[in-house]
């Protein structure tokens, strides 16, 4: 005669999930997904003013690349965001023209890098007038050496944006990351589909 072998009760079956729960995974999910890439990866910013004109324009919408810099170093030309040093709450936006140990200088508008004129085809002046350095560093500056893990930051505007001429030399550590597409654009004084800068959508920045 065997003895009986004791059968352990059948598990509790789960209750499918309601509809409601199931939907509210997704969102949670879909925001720390949507957080992460934002912090990490790539973040949306608007410009609000015109000092990188005419790369630039008011009412463009970019993505910037936040983690290309973990892989590379910034470069001579890049379009970047960065905090600004007088206030690190706010964004801005300029252009890489000086790059650690190099020395700046700037005569009746013209930049000279380690001595060279540098050539800037995306330069733009709105005024003809060349103020005198004793007044302003607008348009005579320096020469400035920078130190290391610093850059020259200025606006492709030049007459009008306010950038490393006046507040000195960008630290690294305030990099937020490069910009490098144009998503969307809208002019705000235009009228109909014609606020709507079609040409614009999509345009790669270099």
Do not use: C
Request: hydrophobic residues 40%; without cysteine.
């Amino acid at each position: 005669m065997t003895d009986a072998i004791p059968q352990a009760p059948p598990p509790p079956q789960q209750r499918p999930k309601s509809a409601f729960r199931h939907y509210a995974e997704a969102i949670v999910v879909a925001v720390i997904l949507a957080l992460g890439i934002r912090t990490f990866v790539v973040e949306a910013f608007t410009i609000p003013s015109g000092s990188m004109l005419s790369t630039l324009r008011i009412g463009d919408y970019l993505l910037v690349n936040k983690f290309i810099y973990y892989f590379t170093e910034p470069r001579r030309g890049d379009i970047i965001v960065f905090e600004f040093p007088l206030d690190p709450q706010r964004d801005f936006i300029k252009r890489i023209v000086g790059l650690p140990g190099e020395t700046i200088e700037i005569k009746n508008k013209q930049i000279s890098i380690n001595g060279q004129p540098a050539r800037e085809e995306y330069v733009s002046f709105s005024s003809d007038t060349v103020q005198p350095g004793r007044l302003s560093n607008r348009d005579n500056f320096g020469p400035l050496t920078l130190p290391a893990g610093t850059y020259f930051m200025l606006g492709d505007n030049r007459d009008d944006s306010l950038d490393s001429r006046f507040w000195g030399p960008l630290s690294n550590d305030a990099v937020v990351g490069k910009a490098f597409l144009i998503y969307w654009s809208w002019d705000a004084e235009a009228r109909g589909l014609a606020k709507v800068r079609w040409r614009r959508l999509g345009k790669l920045l270099r």
